[in-house]
Each structure stands twice: as structure tokens, then as C-alpha cells.
């Protein structure tokens, strides 16, 4: 007999369907989706990372289990001032909340602090072919740009970021376009491991946004604004004062149209079309929006107001970043709590992970 069906057993029947209930929201709560994403800090945050990654992470901690972390052991395979890169990675943390994640409900932390994250590396690294490697666009240009360091840590960091999202067994990782290449392989890498071992490791999707998953230098708009290339003049980061950001978007890279026309056409016109980008992703207005409020215009005009989108959107987070920067003893507490939540998660997964490859238990 079911339970409902019990005979005059009004209170049983509801006391069973509570129960049902709360099985039922536990099972939700545990088939949470995971989110997972991370950035080096090899440089002060650009408006680049804001619009391709962090601005996709906030406001998912109501649907996902979210874990982002600062990925220092990434920055040191191009040459870090150890200070810096200190300093780098605790500031970052402060932006990360300053963007509007709450570490009571995301996971924040250092990858170093996890140490699972490096032994996973050297198992996907057996896991992971040289040709594949080889393949990297990423590894290409920074060997390019590092010609005097072209190490093996550079080479391989495509197994490390495998094991840096695989430990999670996330469903997404939220990148910019650059890091699609990445993503693509840790799921090849992870088909392969569950090729051997059976289901090991969960398959994870790119997450990418429709706008802003690739922007790009505002005096170079054929290239990537990037935060560690020192030759990148065209960038803006989140801790810029609104003087310097107006600067570098009034003297932001257009091109030679006399109409001084604001359309948009990435092949033929991409200064004018990044810029459209930007002012898309802080305002949320259509392309077609865009050219119809600067239609007749001109550069003139559209310049300094994508400067001042760009200013009111920073404005709070460069605030609230200063605030917590001066907290360390705030940011350490949240970067350990950050720490003992990660391992937990890793540890699960790298156990599993070292029986099937046959390591002894210690
Ligand atoms: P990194 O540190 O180069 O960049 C961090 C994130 O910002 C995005 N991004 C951009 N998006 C749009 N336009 C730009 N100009 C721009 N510049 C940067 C990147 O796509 C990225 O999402 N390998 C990663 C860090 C990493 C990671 C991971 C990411 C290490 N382990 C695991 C996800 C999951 C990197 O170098 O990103």
C-alpha cells in the first residue's frame, strides 16, 4: 500500500509528503550545475577579462555551484616579479568580489593553495599527446612574445587547466573566445581518461557570451587587449581612474571613414566595431540600437560615450575593490575558507583518480 492510500492517515499522508518533499529539494540541491572558471594574474584585470569572463560569473550562485580561482601557477610560466604577483593575486581576489561575488556563495581561491590541482596536472599530462599540445594557439603566441623562456611549463599549461576544471567535474566554464581552444581539449582529454577508466570525469561546455567575448586593443583593434602584454597600450583595467579611462577611448583607434560612420562591420571597420561591442556590453543596446542613437554623429560623439558607459560600469567595482584591498586580513580569511571548500571538492575527485590509474593507497 502507498502511502497515500493509508487508510484515515491524514497526518501520516502529510508528513509523507513533506518528507517527499525535502528529498526531493536535496536531490535538487545536489544536482546543482557547477560553474568554474579562473584567471592569471599575470596583470591588472582589463575590461577584456570583465567582458569575456567575470561578468558571466556573477549573478550564478542561485543555479550553480560556483568555483573561480586566482590561477597563479599559469602566471609563473612567463616570468613573474614575485612581489607583484603576490600582491596581483590578492588584489584580483578583491576585484573578483568587487565584480559581485559573494564569497559566501561562491568558492573563491588561490590555485596554489590547492595542491590538487598540480597533482592532477602531472596525471593529465601522461593523458595528453604532444601533437595535441602542439596544436595551441595560445602556446604559439606567448612562445612567440617569450622567446627567451619558451618552457616547458608553457607547454604543457593546456593539462594543467585540464585538471583545474576536471577536479570540479563542473558542466560549464564560463571564457572569453581565447580559451575556447583550451576547454576543447580538456574535454578530449577527459573522453580519453573515461575511454579507460569508465566515467571518471564529467564533460564540460564552454560558456562564451554572445557580446564581448573578444575584445580587443583599443589603439591595436586587430589585436587582443590583453593584461600582460607590456606593448598593449590600448587597454583599460578596472582600477583605472575615469580621467585615464576617457583618455584612452577618445584617442581610441577608428579608421580613415570621412563620414566618420558608427557601424557595424568587423572586417571593414574594427575599431569602430569593438567599440560598438564595448558600449553594447555595459548598456545592453542592440547593434542596430547603436547605430541609429550615433546615426549622422560621428566618432566625435560616439568616442566619449562609450568612455563614460565604460566609467559608470567600472565605477563601483573600482570603489568597492579599493575598499576590500585595504581589508587583507578580510580577503584572507575568505581566500582560506575558499581553500578548505576547493580542496574538499579536488580531493574527491583526485582520489578517484589515482585509484584507477593504479597508485597504491597511502
Ligand atoms: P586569462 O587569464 O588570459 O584570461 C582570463 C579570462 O578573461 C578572458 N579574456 C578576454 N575575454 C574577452 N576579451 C579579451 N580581450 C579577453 N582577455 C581575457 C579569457 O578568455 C579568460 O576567460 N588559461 C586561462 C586561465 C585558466 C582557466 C582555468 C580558465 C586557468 N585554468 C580553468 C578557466 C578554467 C587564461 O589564461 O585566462
Redesign the pocket.
Known amino acids: 500500500m502507498s502511502p497515500a492510500s493509508a487508510p484515515g492517515k491524514t497526518l501520516g499522508r502529510r508528513a509523507w509528503e513533506f518528507e517527499e518533499k525535502v528529498v526531493k529539494e536535496m536531490e535538487q540541491q545536489e544536482a546543482k550545475k557547477v560553474m568554474?572558471?579562473?584567471?592569471?594574474p599575470?596583470g591588472d584585470l582589463?575590461l577584456?577579462?570583465y567582458?569575456?569572463?567575470i561578468k558571466n560569473w556573477s549573478s550564478r550562485a542561485e543555479q550553480f555551484d560556483c568555483y573561480y580561482f586566482m590561477?597563479d601557477l599559469?602566471a609563473i610560466t612567463v616570468r613573474q616579479d614575485p612581489a607583484l604577483l603576490r600582491r596581483r593575486t590578492l588584489e584580483q581576489l578583491a576585484q573578483y568580489i568587487a565584480c559581485g561575488l559573494d564569497p559566501e556563495r561562491n568558492t573563491l581561491f588561490v590555485q596554489s593553495h590547492v595542491p590538487q590541482h598540480a597533482e592532477l596536472g602531472w596525471v593529465l599530462n601522461c593523458y595528453t599527446m604532444f601533437g595535441e599540445l602542439s596544436r595551441m594557439t595560445?602556446f604559439k603566441d606567448k612562445s612567440a612574445k617569450n622567446a627567451d623562456n619558451i618552457n616547458g611549463g608553457l607547454f604543457t599549461?593546456p593539462a594543467?587547466?585540464a585538471a583545474?576544471?576536471l577536479l570540479y567535474q563542473p558542466d560549464y566554464?564560463?571564457?572569453?573566445?581565447?580559451?575556447k581552444q583550451?576547454?576543447e581539449l580538456t574535454r578530449n582529454i577527459a573522453q580519453r581518461f573515461n575511454g579507460i577508466y569508465g566515467d571518471v570525469f564529467k564533460i564540460p561546455e564552454p560558456y562564451i557570451p554572445k557580446v564581448?567575448?573578444?575584445?580587443?586593443s583599443l589603439t591595436n583593434p586587430t589585436s587582443?587587449?590583453?593584461?600582460s602584454d607590456n606593448g598593449d597600450t590600448g587597454r583599460v583595467t578596472l582600477m583605472d581612474d575615469p580621467a585615464h579611462i576617457m583618455k584612452q577611448f577618445k584617442r581610441a583607434v577608428t579608421d580613415s571613414d570621412t563620414q566618420n560612420c558608427v557601424r557595424y562591420d568587423p572586417e571593414n571597420k574594427p575599431g569602430v566595431a569593438n567599440l560598438m561591442t564595448i558600449y553594447s556590453a555595459v548598456t545592453g543596446k542592440s547593434m542596430a540600437e547603436i547605430e541609429a542613437e550615433f546615426d549622422g554623429l560621428g566618432y566625435g560623439a560616439f568616442k566619449p560615450a562609450v568612455g563614460e558607459a565604460v566609467v559608470e560600469t567600472l565605477r563601483p567595482i573600482r570603489e568597492k575593490a579599493q575598499r576590500l584591498i585595504a581589508d587583507k586580513a578580510y580577503l584572507e580569511g575568505v581566500y582560506r575558507a575558499g581553500r578548505e571548500k576547493a580542496s574538499y571538492a579536488a580531493q574527491k575527485t583526485l582520489r578517484k583518480v589515482y585509484k584507477k590509474v593504479g597508485f597504491l593507497a597511502p
Open positions: 568554474l572558471s579562473g584567471i592569471q599575470s582589463t577584456g577579462s567582458l569575456g569572463a590561477a599559469h595560445q599549461y594543467l587547466m583545474d576544471i566554464i564560463p571564457v572569453g573566445e581565447d580559451q583550451h576547454v564581448g567575448a573578444r575584445i580587443m587582443k587587449m590583453s593584461k
